[in-house]
């Protein structure tokens, strides 16, 4: 059974930069057939999908338009899990912030809990 | 980028009534369209994916159809553990995006 696993702050000052991590047990990050998302939801912007990355003979990132300024998706294959940064937060970046695999299908399969982060001074 | 737009906003309803929900995409999916349902303070859950197959234990009750720009997904017969709010999602590849709807919110009538 597939787990994800998040961690990180829930308060991030503007203008500083978002953390979040997403451990895995049950699979690998470095599986070549499936891929490892984030995905943020807030009242006014609904789901958005933020990034992702993978492997497949190499490492791969992709990202939303919408983030691919600020935003850095990596693996870390010794402890078998992925992270999030987000830079120059502003209060519109606060979500709840998760984590979820999608196989060969694009469509997510697991996601992690959930993590709150809000924006603030 | 895809914009997915469902209907209606809001679906009141009793148990055991059919329920059918409407996502049009504003340019062709073809197949990969996937349906979620979402429960206060849960993760999404994955229902449907390529359109029509259910993801794994989930009750046949659901159903998805569709392909190209206009899928519905269906509730037979309404169980109490189905009033949540639904969304669609969909994924195209050049260049990479995945954007969901706004979702269409089941509730007791």
């Known amino acids: 059974q597939v787990q994800l696993q998040q961690s990180g702050p829930g308060l991030v000052k503007p203008s500083q930069t978002l953390s979040l991590t997403c451990a895995i047990s049950?699979?690998?990050?470095?599986?070549?057939?499936?891929?490892w998302n984030w995905i943020r939801q807030s009242p006014s912007r609904g789901l958005e999908w933020l990034g992702r990355?993978?492997?497949?003979?190499?490492?791969?990132?992709e990202y939303a338009v919408s983030a691919k300024s600020r935003i850095t998706v990596n693996p870390d294959t010794s402890k078998n899990q992925f992270s999030l940064q987000l830079n120059s937060v502003t209060p519109e970046d606060t979500a709840v912030y998760y984590c979820?695999?999608?196989?060969?299908?694009?469509?997510?399969?697991?996601w992690g809990q959930g993590t709150l982060v809000t924006v603030s001074s | 980028e895809i914009v997915l737009t469902q209907s209606p906003a809001t679906l009141s309803l009793s148990p055991g009534e059919r329920a059918t929900l409407s996502c049009r995409a504003s340019?062709?999916?073809?197949?990969?369209l996937a349906w979620y349902q979402q429960k206060p303070g849960q993760a999404p859950r994955l229902l449907i994916y390529n359109a029509s197959s259910r993801a794994t234990g989930i009750p046949a009750r659901f159903s998805g159809s569709g392909s190209g720009t206009d899928f519905t997904l269906t509730i037979s017969s309404l169980e109490p553990e189905d009033f949540a709010v639904y969304y669609c999602q969909q994924r195209s590849n050049w260049p990479v995006s995945i954007t969901f709807g706004q979702g269409t919110r089941l509730e007791i009538k």
């Open positions: 049950g699979d690998s990050v470095s599986s070549n057939s499936v891929v």
């Open positions: 340019q062709s999916v073809s197949s990969y």
């Open positions: 990355t993978y492997y497949r003979s190499k490492w791969y990132n």
């Open positions: 979820a695999r999608s196989d060969g299908n694009y469509s997510f399969d697991y």
